[in-house]
C-alpha cells in the first residue's frame, strides 16, 4: 500500500499544478495517472487561452491567479511556456451583442476585472485588418493571454516532482474501498493507494470516479474541434472571439501564439456529447468561413492539423469544487466545462492554502461552485 497525505486521481491541466501547490508545502503527494504520461487526456487538446474574462466571481478569481502564476512561471522557477499576454478581445456586430456585453462589463469591472469597452476604431488597432463592416465597439482585457498547454503541464510536473511529488502512470483506477465516510484504498489493477484526502482531478472521468464514492456529480463531456496554422510573421496579439451564432456553430475564436501560429476552434450546434474525439469533415468549412469573415487576412494560411477535445460540462457550465459530503476524505476539482487549462494552476492553489493552511479567503468559492448547487443558473461566458 502507497499512501500519502493527499492522493491526487488525473496528472492533467487541473491534477498537475495542484500536485505541485501541495507538495510545495511540505506534505507527500501521490498522483494516479491511467495515461502514459502527463497531459494526455485533455491537456494536450487545449488551445491555450487564459483568460479572466468571466461572468462570475469565483472563475473571474480562480483565472486571475491562473494569470498570474503562468506570467511569472519562468521569472520564478525558470520555466519557458512561451506565455504571451495579448489579452482578449470580443467584437460585436450586432446592437443585441452590444447591450449584452455592455451590461455584462458593469458586473465584470465590479468583481475588479481589468476590462472596459474598445470603440471601432481602437479594436482596428489592435487587430488590423479586421472586418470593420457593422463594427459596433467590443470589450478588451489586456491581461488575459495565451501559453503553450503541454509547456504548462511539463512545468507543473517538473515543479511537482522537485517538490517531492511522487507520480504512478499507467494506472487507472478500478475501485474506491471505503469504511465508513472515509476512502481507505484506491484500487488499481496494478497497486493498492491510500491518502489522508483524495482529491478527484479526472478531467471528462470526472463523473466515473465519483460514482466509484456512491456520488452521481452531473459531468457530461462533449467534443470541440480546433486546429493551427503554419507560422507566420505577426499579425495580431488578441484572442478573438465573435459570440455571434451561425448555421451549426454557437461561437468561435482563434489567435496567434507566440510562435506565430493561428489557433482556432469553434463551439458546435448541436451539441456532441459523448467522448468521441475524431475530426469531422465538417469543421474545417465551418470554421474557416467564419475567419475569414470576420479577418480576411487569413485567407491564404496552411492549416498544419487539425483535432478534437472534450469539454467536461456541467449543467450550469461552472466547476465542480468542493468536498463530497458523504466521503470526508474525497475533495472534487472536476467539471472544468473546457477551461481546465486556464482554471488549473489557480484551482490548485486555492486548494493547497485552503487544506494546508486553513485559509478562508477563498471560501466565496467553495460556495458558489460547490457540488450541492441546484445547477440552474447559466455562465454567459461559457
Not at 66 to 87: P, R, T
Not at 126 to 133: A, D, E, R, S
Not at 211 to 225: A, I, K, N
Request: proline share 6%; glycine share 10%.
Amino acid at each position: 500500500m502507497k499512501t500519502y497525505d493527499i492522493l491526487i486521481i488525473g496528472a492533467g491541466s487541473v491534477g498537475l499544478p495542484t500536485a505541485f501547490h501541495f507538495a510545495s508545502k511540505g506534505v507527500s503527494v501521490g498522483v494516479i495517472e491511467k495515461e502514459a504520461s502527463v497531459g494526455r487526456g485533455q491537456n494536450r487538446a487545449a488551445i491555450g487561452g487564459i483568460r479572466a474574462t468571466h461572468s462570475d466571481p469565483a472563475k473571474i478569481a480562480i483565472c486571475q491567479d491562473s494569470i498570474d502564476q503562468i506570467a511569472h512561471l519562468y521569472d520564478e522557477h525558470g520555466c519557458d511556456v512561451n506565455w504571451k499576454q495579448g489579452g482578449y478581445l470580443y467584437p460585436v456586430y450586432t446592437e443585441s451583442d452590444e447591450k449584452a456585453l455592455k451590461d455584462l462589463l458593469k458586473i465584470q469591472t465590479k468583481f475588479n476585472l481589468n476590462i472596459d469597452w474598445a470603440d471601432p476604431a481602437m479594436i482596428s488597432s489592435l487587430v488590423p485588418g479586421i472586418n470593420m463592416t457593422e463594427l459596433r465597439g467590443g470589450t478588451f482585457s489586456p491581461k488575459d493571454g495565451s501559453a503553450s498547454p503541454l509547456m504548462v503541464a511539463d512545468a507543473y510536473y517538473q515543479l511537482a516532482k522537485k517538490n517531492g511529488a511522487d507520480f504512478f502512470f499507467n494506472e487507472e483506477v478500478c475501485y474506491m474501498k471505503t469504511q465508513g465516510k472515509k476512502i481507505i484504498e484506491v484500487i488499481t489493477a496494478n497497486h493498492r493507494y491510500a491518502g489522508g484526502l483524495v482529491i478527484n482531478c479526472a478531467g471528462a472521468y470526472g463523473r466515473e470516479v465519483g460514482l466509484m464514492t456512491g456520488q452521481d456529480f452531473p459531468v457530461y463531456p462533449d467534443s470541440h474541434e480546433a486546429g493551427i496554422t503554419q507560422p507566420v510573421q505577426p499579425l495580431f496579439d488578441p484572442m478573438i472571439v465573435d459570440i455571434r451564432p451561425a448555421r451549426h456553430s454557437k461561437n468561435y475564436y482563434f489567435y496567434q501564439n507566440k510562435e506565430g501560429q493561428v489557433v482556432f476552434c469553434i463551439t458546435p450546434l448541436p451539441v456532441r456529447s459523448g467522448l468521441d474525439c475524431d475530426n469531422t469533415s465538417e469543421f474545417l468549412p465551418q470554421v474557416v468561413k467564419r475567419m475569414i469573415d470576420i479577418y480576411p487576412r487569413l485567407r491564404n494560411l496552411r492549416v498544419r492539423r487539425t483535432w478534437r477535445g472534450l469539454y467536461p460540462m456541467t449543467p450550469d457550465g461552472f466547476p465542480i469544487i468542493g468536498m463530497n459530503h458523504e466521503v470526508e476524505n474525497n475533495l472534487l476539482a472536476i467539471g472544468m466545462c473546457g477551461q481546465g487549462f486556464m482554471l488549473g494552476p489557480g484551482v490548485g492553489r486555492i486548494l493547497a492554502e485552503t487544506v494546508v493552511d486553513g485559509s478562508k479567503e477563498h471560501d466565496f468559492i467553495f460556495e458558489q461552485l460547490t457540488p450541492y448547487r441546484d445547477f440552474d443558473s447559466e455562465e454567459m461566458l461559457k
